[in-house]
């Protein structure tokens, strides 16, 4: 690696080999996964005036990113089965024009690839017809997953990445992509991500600084050579806790928990990163106490909906306004998933479990 710290040679090497990884042509590094959403976001003119739509029951940097582009949120509920945004939610929210986004004018759907599953992009690429908008990606968990072969990141319009440390493919601190099939979005996140500069010291336009350090595309170059093997890692991980609440008479159809557990579902058009492993649990934050106390880590992704966030109460959206995302996060519980996780660990996890349920 040589002398240039930012924007150095690993990071055009990491851009082009992480496009090809995804199969689109253009890759754009950039600082954060929110950073990348919010270039697609600028690269695409989506501003004041705009309204896009996306899910409650995301990471807050999904909401906050189309604020800080001068945006409308607007939101729909998701499925209980997946997670993920539900397109028949949608089109009953767009073709409801008077509880839809007012005097804005809906311009993109931003559906998240909750978990590492990709959403079902068949009633995405629907939506998009119908309704005539531009579909960008939350791919931010979900480097890898593939629906019906073709990769997230090549199936919207543009696809936001974060490499954030704790992601499935991730780097040595803050790192973030955006892909996209089309050069002249390209093209401009390229410049605004330097400060609106193609040609150094001159400005076409107000960018600001979210530049990609060398060292963390050095990280993701190299780590991008294991990332197929990490994510078939994990989910055969994930196979592993599945028969094991199976075996103990614990797995539960759902969606929603009655004595046992609600195990992951898997579109089976789709293939799954398990960037997470999610369950639905009766008492669940009792059984994430339980756990710990057992030296057991989990994690609730996310136990208060966007739309119920202080900072996002003024969207106006009530308490009740999405009770499947609402449920959501009062019954997910994220369980210990990485590839090298062992299966008497993840026996201990599941017999802890077990114990806790009897
Ligand atoms: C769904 C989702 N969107 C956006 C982000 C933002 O990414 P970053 O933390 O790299 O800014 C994250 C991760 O933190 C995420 O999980």
């Known amino acids: 690696m040589g002398q240039r710290f930012i924007l150095g040679e690993e990071v055009w090497l990491f851009e082009a080999a992480a496009a090809e990884a995804c199969r689109v042509p253009y890759g754009v590094g950039c600082a954060s996964g929110t950073d990348a959403l919010w270039l697609a976001m600028t690269a695409a003119e989506i501003g004041p005036g705009d309204a896009v739509l996306t899910t409650p029951f995301s990471f807050f940097a999904t909401v906050s990113s189309i604020l800080r582009v001068g945006a409308q949120p607007m939101l729909a509920d998701i499925d209980p089965r997946t997670y993920n945004l539900d397109a028949g939610s949608i089109a009953a929210t767009l073709r409801d024009r008077n509880q839809s ?18 959403v079902d992009w068949d009633a995405f690429t629907a939506l998009k017809k119908e309704f005539g908008v531009l579909l960008i990606e939350d791919a931010a968990q979900a480097f890898g997953a593939q629906w019906k072969g073709q990769p997230a990141g090549n199936l919207g319009d543009m696809a936001a990445f974060s490499f954030y440390p704790t992601k499935n493919l991730s780097a040595y601190g803050d790192a973030g992509l955006l892909t996209t099939g089309h050069e002249r979005f390209a093209e401009r996140a390229g410049i605004l991500r330097v400060h609106g500069m193609r040609q150094r010291y001159f400005h076409e336009e107000v960018g600001w600084n979210s530049r990609l350090d060398t060292i963390q595309a050095a990280v993701l170059l190299v780590k991008l050579q294991h990332i197929d093997r990490w994510n078939r890692e994990r989910r055969e ?25 609600v195990l992951p579902y898997v579109d089976p058009r789709g293939t799954h990163v398990f960037h ?83």
């Open 237 to 261: 991980r994930a196979k592993t806790y599945d028969d094991l609440f199976a075996q103990r008479g614990l797995a539960e159809n759902g969606p929603y928990p009655q004595h046992g557990v």
């Open 101 to 118: 986004c007012g005097n804005t004018q809906l311009r993109a759907i931003l559906p998240v690839h909750l978990y590492g599953q990709c």
């Open 276 to 358: 997470q492993y999610v369950i639905r649990a009766p008492r669940r934050d009792a059984l994430k106490v339980f756990l710990a106390q057992q030296g057991i880590g989990s994690e609730i992704y996310y136990p208060l909906p966007l739309h119920l966030q202080p900072s996002l109460r003024n969207l106006g959206y009530a308490d009740g306004a999405f009770p499947e995302s609402e449920r959501a996060a009062k019954e997910v519980l994220a369980l210990p998933m990485f590839p090298e996780l062992t299966q008497p660990e993840q026996e201990r996890v599941v017999t802890a479990i077990a114990e806790f349920l009897s």
